[in-house]
């Protein structure tokens, strides 16, 4: 067994985020969430049951140190939002603010910003800390693994409509986080399972793929999250693994000075170059601030055993800190945020447009 504190008490954050099998905390969870390594929790739909259990599972989650653990989810809207009933809005697939930016791209820039300032207040009312959002690859029209979820082909309006996406996040008091750095639109192959390769030269990726990251790095993002592919002409270990990308490209070149997060280490892009504990510190040594363990409950366990002693690092500590919710208001619970005039009204902006259902609004 590893060496972990007592609940409650003083505990720098670590580096590993990791997931939880069910909708309330087992006791080993508990002794997990307490090793000196982790740095918070990572949700999924198995997570999920009800708005008020949700909230009770952060505040546990949260209650167990200090400074308190991250609680992060995959909450971008279409395919991909972990919360979607019992009082979640469903938000729409990013390519729809894409679309209506062609036709009109005032309207979408304003509606960008009332998604994410949604999107942030739902899971701020549940006591999630952020979101893994928004997405910057570009939709190159033939990825398996991104395509709806892409805002655009053109990075300056991916840029444009991104950087109002984070400004609704950043009004509702939620860090965002650019994903996946530095593009994964443009390779056909789902890393999730499958290797994925990029073969385009480095001036390829910087004059189109990684213009929207420098972009929301202009306007403070809070964090990146580097993609599992690999991009053989710059470096032949998938960008999280590589110093090239996240130290010298990332770091130096683009002048990011935030959190650096790995996608989930259990990705068959990954999964299979060493165990979780050789890997966790691999990813770390690359320059990620947050490594994800989410769903290999091995991988976890090895991860935390591999680590007798762990010593924190106050600047990546630092740059996590950010990473904590800080919502401009408090509600109760979601029932309470769903009252105000603020919800009201942005339910009413968006349902014009159809991208969110809202059986209280008539035109």
Known sequence: MYATKPQGKALSLGYLMIGLAGTALADTERVQLLHPAVAGVVLFSRNFESPEQLRVLTESIHALRHPRLLVAVDHEGGRV?????????????????????????????????????????????????FSFAPVLDLDYGNSSVIGDRALHHNPHVVGELAEHLVKGMTLAGMASVGKHFPGHGHVVPDTHIAIAVDDRPLAALIG????????????????????????????????????VWLQQLLRERCGFAG?????????????????????????????????????????????????????????????????????????????????????????????????????????
């Open 81 to 129: 939002q972990r919360f979607k009933t019992q009082g979640f809005t469903k938000l729409p697939a990013m390519s729809a603010v894409g679309a209506l930016f062609d036709e009109h791209p005032h309207q979408a820039l304003t509606l960008a910003q009332d998604v994410g300032w949604l999107l942030a207040s739902e899971l701020l009312a549940c006591g999630v800390d």
């Open 208 to 243: 189109a793929d990684m213009q929207p990251f420098k972009t929301l790095i202009q306007h403070h993002l809070a964090a990146i999250m580097a993609a599992h592919v690999i991009y053989p002409q710059v470096d032949d270990q998938p960008a999280g693994l590589s110093r």
């Open 259 to 363: 959190a650096i997060i790995s996608d989930d280490l259990g990705m068959a892009a990954v999964s299979q170059l060493s165990d979780g504990a050789i890997l966790s510190e691999r990813f770390r040594q690359a320059g990620c601030d947050l490594v994800l363990l989410c769903n290999n409950r091995a991988q976890i366990e090895q991860a935390l055993s591999g680590l007798k002693h762990y010593d924190a690092d106050p600047v990546q500590e630092s740059r996590l800190i950010r990473l904590h919710g800080k919502p401009k208001q408090h509600y109760s619970g979601l029932s309470a945020l769903h009252t105000t005039p603020n919800w009201l009204n942005t339910m009413k902006r968006l349902a014009k447009v159809g991208w969110v259902h809202f059986e209280k609004f008539h035109d």
